[in-house]
């Protein structure tokens, strides 16, 4: 922490030792799967809100230019890609969680 | 017997104030339970912080050590996330985790409000970080900041993608509020639907009273993972705070 008030010498040299028997003895953080629960949550709230976001800028569009319903119904659909985009994005990342939480318990098991 | 496991979500006036406290315009602004549980996290969450640091020892006490520990965490994220640059939103990011934090502690107490559980509250957080985001990417890069959403690609790849990433980033704080707000409520509400399960049978008298301990058990390890969820949640949510902040910092070239 070097943005503190100048330390004593000693009391640097301590706060070294005590940093480096934390790096020795600390275990490194702990990678836990997502639940199952988590998973669902996160697929329904990345769909859902693309799809909502994007009937909502068609339909504000239309509201502009006096065309509904037809960006309405182009917007729905991009927002609907969209949203499968993101659970494809979403899908990866949970994926990778999972990759590294089984991993890291298998290490721990190997220990 | 019939028990509502939604009812919890109830936002009504608390019992000891039934009366408006003023009027803005011509809507009444009650005291509600959910303005008395914020102000228990705000004010528990305040004498935790200011109580733990204001002897400063160097050998810190055990509060002492709580608050250097969640100081340091919310350190260690924005450092991962934005690197130094991203330290002026320290105290905007440290706000938000703790101040979710305590919402989601606080709403496992047995008789206690869930802050989080609703949409409202979790949408304003978004809804701040976001323009934050947004007027940081515009007053550092100018109209650079909509490069935000080019990506590299031949022409026709190009536009449609455009539009697609944003929509993504519109989007993004109806999904970050949603995914909060939606981990607390299926949470609770589970709870409370096994609770409902355990009293009906245990009233059902015969073996059925002893078939209560079963959803009995599941509240307990439900119970278990809530505490789990309350602490992910929060850092879910600064941890993606930190990243779209970052990227309104850095753009793309940072990842």
Known sequence: MSEHAPEPEDLRALGERIDALKREEAPPPRKTAPTSAEVAIRFGAELLSAVIVGAAIGWGLDWLFGTRPALTIVFFIVGAATGIRNVIVASKDITRRTAEAVAAEQAEKER | MAINPMEQFEVKPVSWAPHPLFHIGHYPIYFTNQALWMLVVFVSLSLFLILAVNKNRVVPTRTQSL???????????????????????????????????????????????????????????????????????????????????????????????????????????????????????????????????????????????????????????????????????AYVFAILSCIYLSEALHLHDNH
């Open chain 2, 67 to 233: 608050a250097e520990l969640s100081y340091e965490f919310v350190g260690g994220m924005i450092d991962m996330t934005s690197g130094p640059a991203g330290f002026r939103f320290f105290p905007l990011i440290f706000t938000i985790f703790m101040f979710i934090l305590f919402c989601n502690g606080f709403g496992l107490l047995p008789i206690a409000f869930t802050v989080t559980s609703q949409i409202a509250i979790t949408f304003f957080l978004t809804a701040v970080v976001i323009l934050t985001a947004i007027v940081t990417g515009f007053v550092r890069h100018g109209a650079g900041f909509l490069k935000l959403f080019v990506i590299k690609a031949p022409v026709i790849i190009m536009v449609p993608m455009v539009l697609l990433e944003f929509i993504s980033f519109c989007a993004r704080p109806l999904s970050l509020s949603m995914r909060l707000f939606a981990n607390m409520l299926a949470g609770h509400t589970m709870l409370k639907v096994m609770a409902g399960f355990v009293i009906g049978l245990g009233t059902a008298g015969g073996v059925y009273t002893v078939l209560a301990a079963a959803p009995e058990a599941l509240i307990v390890a439900l119970t278990a993972l809530e505490f789990l969820v309350a602490f992910l949640q």
